[in-house]
């Protein structure tokens, strides 16, 4: 359940009997949560005013265990859609850092779809695994423990999606694994890291080529005074989009 006090202050947390959230405002029983509608307002014992909310995907992307820098949602939802990943897609990310892409993936590629998520450090594959078991998803996933830059297994996917610091060493084997005009997809910090991308997507043969960056603001909407919020999530990094083509000669 989410905890809603504004937006900025949300609590997630797992209902359980006898159990209590203690928060600035006040604390909230579990024992009285029980049995409330999602929507339903609650107050704390200082006479704050919650709301309960049914947790969204967002939601738990916000709360993963992280022990890697995680893609912002604004980058991730506009990789959804470049790289045309939706139900019974099946995608190769690489790495899988905490597993907060991961989720999202497997979130829109579920029932019939799959992500083979590869990341070199096994530490970071078992926190991917639990948040993975936290959202509800990991039966989508197939996690493996492997660097990319030396091949990937599967063959005649939708896409390959990569965040890692050179994707430029991937690009071969991403064309070898897509089905033809499937998608290639990477994240990058760096302008150094995508030129030298697209360098060797332009050699291998990719087409429809693009680099984006997404850049967010929130607002403050209140009559008479609806200004940008002073604080905004501005750059983050850069996508690097591609599709694979094939000659008259096959791959």
């Known amino acids: ?7 900025r202050r949300r609590y997630l947390t797992r209902v359980k009997r006898g159990s209590t959230l203690h928060t600035h405002k006040g604390y909230l029983a579990h024992d009285d949560l029980i049995g409330k509608a999602f929507g339903s307002p609650i107050q704390s014992s200082l006479g704050a005013r919650f709301v309960a909310l049914k947790p969204t995907l967002r939601d738990y992307l916000r709360k993963l265990a992280r022990r890697t820098q995680v893609m912002y949602p604004k980058d991730m939802a506009l990789l959804l859609v470049y ?9 190769v990310e690489a790495g899988t850092g905490s597993g907060a892409l991961t989720s999202l993936l497997a979130f829109y590629v579920k029932p019939e779809g799959r992500v083979y998520s590869y990341e070199t450090h096994g530490e970071f594959l078992e926190t991917a695994r639990r948040n993975l078991e936290r959202t509800g998803l990991l039966e989508f996933v197939t996690l493996k423990e492997g660097d990319v830059t030396q091949g990937i297994e599967e063959t005649q996917v939708d ?10 060493l991937v690009v071969p ?3 070898k694994a897509l089905k033809p005009s499937g998608a290639f997809a990477s994240f990058s910090p760096t302008i150094e890291q995508v030129v030298k991308t697209v360098e060797v997507l332009n050699h291998h043969g ?8 997404c850049m967010t603001r929130r607002y403050q909407v209140e009559r008479g005074r609806t200004r940008p919020e002073t604080l905004a999530v501005a750059h983050t990094g850069y996508l690097t989009f591609g599709r694979k083509a094939v000659s008259q000669h096959g791959e």
């Open 1 to 7: 359940m989410v905890l809603y006090l504004d937006g």
């Open 83 to 91: 790289a045309n990943i939706g139900p019974g897609a099946r995608v």
């Open 159 to 168: 896409a390959v999606v990569l965040d890692l610091a050179t994707p430029w």
């Open 173 to 175: 084997y991403a064309f």
């Open 206 to 213: 990719f087409v429809d080529l693009e680099t984006v960056e």
